[in-house]
């Protein structure tokens, strides 16, 4: 607005000077010669200074207009003056806000990452206990697979595992039986080599009867699905005072069949009323297998302990194999028989007494042959913990009744264990 006054007025002050100027001329000039071109100049200037007019009111006009705009402005600029504190408190209020906002959203991250490591830990818990739940799946799965297995008995499982295995051990007049318990490449010698438990008191009747068994070895009659294999033995370790021993088979043979002997750390967990199973070559017939119970875990004979089973064995069990029922692996030698009576005894087929398998992994890691005892894992199920039972407590007034055996006085007549007599060779 002001370059417009400012053209306005410069454009006043040149119609001035001009008119001016001419003036000046008209004085100066009195020669008529220029009277008439001075004529027609202000004629001219006349006419233009009339179009300046037009122009300067049409310059006035809008010069009005922007007064009026000016004015206008300058109310507003009052106004907005006085409502400077107003716009300071909503500035003021903008800013909190705009604090409050960055807080909420700082809060909101906050909880985010709270949020997202409860996620995360609730999704850890959650895969763990799905990673525990398979587990126990699969062990409900194997636990059940063995209870079905203790339950319907597969027939050649039980042949593979416990008949086969047992071997016949023969002599002039004297007939026993033993455990094929390893049939490999022995880490010591790097040869195949086969080796059979049994008790002590065979051998030794074997070799009572054929002296020079000692240095030839005695018949060994090994089973196999159809056939039958002999070959010699002989005795390579002994321990009377337990009646075990060792016999190795003289041939580079390996036999498939081999007893599953129960881990030394598994030996302990043997209780009475746990289910058996004896096998041997009674009265040197076949293989045979009988079932029973572990009858008790303390017998005591000339400073050694001895298991009673109730499976009944006679003559010839002797250095058979004690299995267990359910798992179907050694855990004892059958030793001794029960007779009552003198002169002609009568045998008790179910208390038979055999040497546990602690003694035996005792003494042949004694003579460095423990390495012999083949032992591999099988599960046991035990259906009283699945059941969820759990002893009953004693009572008070009951429990020393309990805790100890009648007494009964030693008579003459009374059973006495011993060592079976030689049964006649078949």
Same mark, same amino acid.
């Given at each position: 607005?002001?370059?417009?006054?400012?053209?306005?007025?410069?454009?006043?002050?040149?119609?001035?000077?001009?008119?001016?100027?001419?003036?000046?001329?008209?004085?100066?000039?009195?020669?008529?010669?220029?009277?008439?071109?001075?004529?027609?100049?202000?004629?001219?200037?006349?006419?233009?200074?009339?179009?300046?007019?037009?122009?300067?009111?049409?310059?006035?006009?809008?010069?009005?207009?922007?007064?009026?705009?000016?004015?206008?402005?300058?109310?507003?600029?009052?106004?907005?003056?006085?409502?400077?504190?107003?716009?300071?408190?909503?500035?003021?209020?903008?800013?909190?806000?705009?604090?409050?906002?960055?807080?909420?959203?700082?809060? #909101?991250?906050?909880?985010?990452?709270?949020?997202?490591?409860?996620?995360?830990?609730?999704?850890?818990?959650?895969?763990?206990?799905?990673?525990?739940?398979?587990?126990?799946?699969?062990?409900?799965?194997?636990?059940?697979?063995? #209870?079905?297995?203790?339950?319907?008995?597969?027939?050649?499982?039980?042949?593979?595992?416990?008949?086969?295995?047992?071997?016949?051990?023969?002599?002039?007049?004297?007939?026993?039986?033993?455990?094929?318990?390893?049939?490999?490449?022995?880490?010591?010698?790097?040869?195949?080599?086969?080796?059979?438990?049994?008790?002590?008191?065979?051998?030794?009747?074997?070799?009572?009867?054929?002296?020079?068994?000692?240095?030839?070895?005695?018949?060994?009659?090994?089973?196999?699905?159809?056939?039958?294999?002999?070959?010699?033995?002989?005795?390579?370790?002994?321990?009377?005072?337990?009646?075990?021993?060792?016999?190795?088979?003289?041939?580079?043979?390996?036999?498939?069949?081999?007893?599953?002997?129960?881990?030394?750390?598994?030996?302990?967990?043997?209780?009475?009323?746990?289910?058996?199973?004896?096998?041997?070559?009674?009265?040197?017939?076949?293989?045979?297998?009988?079932?029973?119970?572990?009858?008790?875990?303390?017998?005591?004979?000339?400073?050694?302990?001895?298991?009673?089973?109730?499976?009944?064995?006679?003559?010839?069990?002797?250095?058979?194999?004690?299995?267990?029922?359910?798992?179907?692996?050694?855990?004892?030698?059958?030793?001794?028989?029960?007779?009552?009576?003198?002169?002609?005894?009568?045998? #008790?087929?179910?208390?038979?007494?055999?040497?546990?398998?602690?003694?035996?992994?005792?003494?042949?890691?004694?003579?460095?042959?423990?390495?012999?005892?083949?032992?591999?894992?099988?599960?046991?199920?035990?259906?009283?913990?699945?059941?969820?039972?759990?002893?009953?407590?004693?009572?008070?007034?009951?429990?020393?009744?309990?805790?100890?055996?009648?007494?009964?006085?030693?008579?003459?007549?009374?059973?006495?264990?011993?060592?079976?007599?030689?049964?006649?060779?078949?």
């Amino acid at each position: 607005m002001k370059r417009t006054l400012v053209e306005v007025s410069c454009g006043l002050a040149a119609v001035v000077v001009l008119i001016s100027f001419h003036h000046q001329i008209s004085r100066l000039e009195g020669d008529n010669r220029q009277v008439d071109d001075l004529r027609t100049r202000v004629e001219a200037l006349t006419a233009s200074a009339g179009e300046r007019n037009a122009d300067l009111d049409a310059r006035k006009a809008a010069l009005g207009v922007m007064e009026a705009r000016i004015a206008d402005l300058e109310q507003k600029i009052a106004a907005a003056s006085a409502g400077s504190a107003l716009a300071q408190n909503l500035q003021g209020e903008l800013t909190r806000a705009k604090g409050e906002v960055q807080h909420f959203r700082s809060q #909101i991250a906050s909880d985010f990452e709270r949020t997202k490591e409860l996620v995360d830990a609730y999704i850890n818990e959650v895969r763990a206990k799905e990673k525990d739940a398979a587990m126990r799946l699969s062990e409900t799965r194997g636990a059940l697979a063995a #209870i079905a297995g203790q339950l319907c008995r597969d027939a050649g499982e039980l042949t593979r595992s416990m008949l086969l295995p047992t071997v016949q051990l023969n002599g002039e007049d004297t007939v026993g039986s033993g455990t094929l318990v390893f049939s490999d490449v022995n880490p010591k010698s790097n040869k195949v080599e086969s080796y059979v438990l049994t008790s002590f008191h065979v051998v030794r009747n074997i070799l009572a009867d054929s002296p020079k068994a000692a240095n030839d070895g005695f018949a060994v009659t090994i089973y196999l699905p159809g056939e039958k294999v002999d070959v010699k033995g002989k005795m390579v370790a002994s321990q009377p005072k337990i009646d075990a021993a060792l016999v190795q088979l003289q041939t580079d043979r390996r036999f498939p069949y081999v007893a599953n002997v129960i881990a030394r750390a598994e030996a302990d967990q043997v209780k009475v009323w746990d289910p058996v199973c004896a096998v041997g070559c009674p009265l040197g017939n076949d293989p045979v297998p009988t079932q029973g119970e572990v009858s008790s875990l303390k017998n005591e004979l000339n400073g050694t302990n001895y298991w009673m089973i109730n499976a009944p064995t006679y003559f010839g069990n002797s250095g058979g194999g004690v299995y267990r029922g359910d798992t179907h692996q050694l855990i004892g030698v059958f030793s001794k028989i029960y007779t009552h009576g003198k002169g002609t005894p009568v045998v #008790i087929p179910h208390m038979g007494l055999c040497t546990p398998v602690a003694a035996i992994y005792e003494w042949m890691q004694q003579e460095g042959l423990d390495h012999l005892l083949t032992s591999k894992p099988v599960p046991h199920v035990d259906l009283a913990a699945l059941r969820g039972l759990r002893p009953e407590p004693v009572r008070a007034d009951a429990s020393a009744a309990a805790a100890e055996p009648p007494q009964v006085a030693a008579q003459p007549a009374s059973p006495q264990p011993t060592a079976p007599a030689a049964a006649p060779a078949r």
